[in-house]
């Protein structure tokens, strides 16, 4: 393990695709996170395993960031290693309707040219979620119609014991969650298996793309906040707790959905988390619910279950 600074520096910025203090907020959807001592930003596959052997060789916390569409991000950056994933794409179909994808292909691109193209099943769970093929896998991204590892066959991870190949069965998956990639892990990318349907899917795909323009607002932001606890609608115990149209700085709980926050006017990361934080309590005070965040908020000094190295912990 180096555990000197001036030895992991030159370590890290001995490769091409290493930055340091690299701003964050342009990664996200949010458009809020200062810079990261130091960003790696692989384009091929053996950058991206490059990246992530320095990754267990050094002492620094590390955080795989796909496309920012799920997380919130500290102004003052995060002390540590952020492995960015969304610039190595590779796809390539294998017959028989399969087709191994990388972690960094955008998702909104594998419904519009593989699932539309195809006719496939699929596009009514998937459509209009915006992120990598990484990310949707570790939030197991979905909507009522269903989510992205129910047509995953394989997925392939990095880890700190070495590659790894995991057979995507209903149990390794539930709500927004997985139990195959902790937080240590990388997705490097999976094998999916679609179906073809019956129904025309380019008629769903503009169903969902036009009910996600009425009713999901508009800006800066990472979707829902919060998961629904099992049996509630999160926006709607948001709502009936008067919150809608609450401001903190630049920051607004969305009048036109409440469990969606928007950086409105250059809000900071405390705005956002005030406003989180808020929504919590109060939902908790009425309730007696615990709202449980979806959103991914990354503190300066690791993540909200830290990201540095422990083994007891379920990503
Ligand atoms: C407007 C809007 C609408 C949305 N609608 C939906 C929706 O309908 N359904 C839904 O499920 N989500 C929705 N989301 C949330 C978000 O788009 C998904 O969770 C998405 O799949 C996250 O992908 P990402 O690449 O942006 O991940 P990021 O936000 O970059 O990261 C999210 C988490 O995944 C981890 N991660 C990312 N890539 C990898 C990788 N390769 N290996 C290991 N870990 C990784 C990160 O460490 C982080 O913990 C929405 C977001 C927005 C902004």
């Known amino acids: 393990m180096i555990q000197k600074e001036s030895d992991y520096k030159s370590k890290l910025l001995s490769f091409s695709f290493c930055h340091s203090e690299y701003i964050l907020a342009p990664h996200t959807y949010y458009k809020i996170g200062g810079p990261a001592d130091f960003a790696l930003i692989p384009k ?3 950058e991206l395993e490059q990246s992530y052997q320095v990754l267990q060789q050094i ?10 569409t799920n997380v919130l991000i500290s ?17 390539k179909p294998l017959g028989n309707d399969r087709y191994f994808i990388s972690g960094g292909v955008e998702l ?4 519009r040219e593989v699932l539309l193209r195809n006719n496939y099943e699929g596009v009514g769970a998937l459509t209009g979620i915006p992120g990598t093929i990484g990310g949707a896998l570790f939030m197991n991204a979905g909507t009522i119609n269903g989510c992205i590892c129910e047509w995953t066959e394989k997925v392939f991870l990095l880890s700190p014991d070495g590659k ?24 490097c990318g ?32 990472c979707g829902s906040v919060f998961k629904n606890p099992a049996g509630y609608h ?3 115990l948001i709502e009936e707790c008067g919150l809608k149209g609450t401001r903190k700085g630049g920051a607004v709980i969305s009048p036109i959905h409440a469990n ?34 979806e959103v991914r908020i990354l503190f300066e000094d690791g993540c909200l279950q830290t990201c540095k190295h422990s083994k007891n912990q379920e990503g």
């Open 44 to 46: 091929n596959e053996v």
């Open 59 to 68: 002492s620094l916390p590390y955080f795989i960031l796909g496309g920012g």
């Open 75 to 91: 102004d003052k950056g995060f002390r540590g290693v952020v492995l960015i994933t969304s610039h190595h794409k590779e796809f």
């Open 108 to 111: 909104d691109w594998i419904v």
């Open 164 to 187: 790894k190949e995991i057979d995507i069965k209903s149990e390794l998956y539930g709500y927004r969650s997985q139990r195959f990639c902790s937080m240590y892990e990388l997705i």
């Open 190 to 221: 999976a094998i999916f298996r679609f179906q073809k349907s019956d129904k025309n899917q380019q008629l769903v795909y503009e169903h969902y793309m036009n009910r996600r323009r009425e009713k999901q607002p508009q800006g800066y932001c």
């Open 234 to 236: 999160a926006g709607k």
């Open 260 to 293: 969606f926050i928007i950086n409105e006017n250059n809000a900071t990361f405390d705005d956002v988390l005030f406003l989180i934080r808020l929504i919590r309590e109060k939902v908790y005070e009425k309730f007696n619910i615990k709202l449980e965040e």
